[in-house]
T-cell receptor, first 112, second 114 residues
Framework: GENVEQHPSTLSVQEGDSAVIKCTYSDSASNYFPWYKQELGKRPQLIIDIRSNVGEKKDQRIAVTLNKTAKHFSLHITETQPEDSAVYFCAASYPGGFKTIFGAGTRLFVKA | EAQVTQNPRYLITVTGKKLTVTCSQNMNHEYMSWYRQDPGLGLRQIYYSMNVEVTDKGDVPEGYKVSRKEKRNFPLILESPSPNQTSLYFC?????????????FGPGTRLTVL
């Protein structure tokens, strides 16, 4: 079945540094890749997404890249701040699909 | 205010005692879904609904039931809860299917089955 692998499971960076989280998906038909941020005790919230017809998307300090050939996509956070500390989930959906497959999550710590 | 609500937020129960977790959205969304979140496993889909009276299994449907009699409500039913269903549960909704539209999550329900 469909699978999404996410690495690393934990990431610790110094404030101001960049953070990169990587995901690999199994279903080559997947065409929509959202990223969610979940702060402690809160609900997951969409922070950025990318579709398979685009290679990169940016939103201020956050960017996502997609490599369809290798079936992997990555989240890049630049100039990290303590408020970026959270669990980040990648996910994949495929055309016509009603399922969303999530990665296991990455716990990001940003040290002040 | 556009939102997804869940009740209760916290529940401690005992094995075998039937329970229902309610989910409601006020955005007229067609699609609704239930997930469970466990440490190291991320979010796993239990059931989803494409519209009223249309539901289907996700990846971990065993031990759960759902119904979609009205567009706004999508309750999750545990007929005979067991300790392995102790988890954090999230309801989510989107305007249409999740491969097209953003999913909005409810606040979560933390369930403990003793």
């Amino acid at each position: 079945g469909e699978n999404v692998e996410q690495h690393p499971s934990t990431l610790s960076v110094q404030e101001g540094d960049s953070a990169v989280i990587k995901c690999t998906y199994s279903d080559s038909a997947s065409n929509y890749f959202p990223w969610y941020k979940q702060e402690l005790g809160k609900r997951p919230q969409l922070i950025i997404d990318i579709r398979s017809n685009v290679g990169e998307k940016k939103d201020q300090r956050i960017a996502v890249t997609l490599n369809k050939t290798a079936k992997h996509f990555s989240l890049h956070i630049t100039e990290t701040q303590p408020e970026d500390s959270a669990v980040y989930f990648c996910a994949a959906s495929y055309p016509g699909g009603f399922k969303t497959i999530f990665g296991a999550g990455t716990r990001l710590f940003v040290k002040a | 205010e556009a939102q997804v609500t869940q009740n209760p937020r916290y529940l401690i129960t005992v094995t075998g005692k039937k329970l229902t977790v309610t989910c409601s959205q006020n955005m007229n969304h067609e699609y609704m879904s239930w997930y469970r979140q466990d440490p190291g496993l991320g979010l796993r889909q239990i059931y989803y609904s494409m519209n009223v009276e249309v539901t289907d299994k996700g990846d971990v449907p065993e031990g759960y039931k759902v119904s979609r009699k009205e567009k706004r409500n999508f309750p999750l039913i545990l007929e005979s809860p067991s300790p392995n269903q102790t988890s954090l549960y999230f309801c989510a909704s989107s305007s249409t299917k999740p491969s097209t539209d953003t999913q909005y999550f409810g606040p979560g329900t933390r369930l403990t089955v003793l």
